[in-house]
């Protein structure tokens, strides 16, 4: 196998990735405006950042990439609070408005259906 062949797949396979990463960065900001709009809340910036990426296995048992997106909402207008949105493949798994996690309490998560 020449060096220009495993040049060219490794070009396909950052392309692939990186295409997926925008469907799946889209997905994830119109489901954060979706929740903190059903929630009554301001959606800041209109924009998420990727937090955290690995493989898991969906219902079928295949292997996708996980995603957690954060990104910031206000109650009041006077304040920036966080938000998690958490993406494996192209679906959305659950948002998150209740900022961090705390040990022992229930988080506020929205499940949303497509």
Not at 7 to 33: P, T
């Amino acid at each position: 196998m020449s060096w220009e062949i495993l040049l060219l797949g490794l070009f396909a396979a950052a392309a692939w990735y990186w295409y997926a990463g925008m469907q799946a960065r889209e997905q994830a900001v119109a489901a954060s405006r979706r929740a903190c709009q059903d929630a009554g809340l301001q959606f800041l910036d209109e924009s998420v950042a990727l937090a955290r990426l690995r493989l898991a296995r969906d219902g079928n048992g295949q292997l996708r990439f996980q995603r957690d997106f954060r990104f910031e909402f206000s109650d009041t207008g006077d304040n920036r609070r966080p938000g998690v949105v958490r993406m494996l493949g192209e679906r959305v798994e659950w948002v998150s408005l209740d900022g961090e996690w705390q040990p022992g309490r229930v988080a506020s998560v929205t499940r949303l259906r497509d």
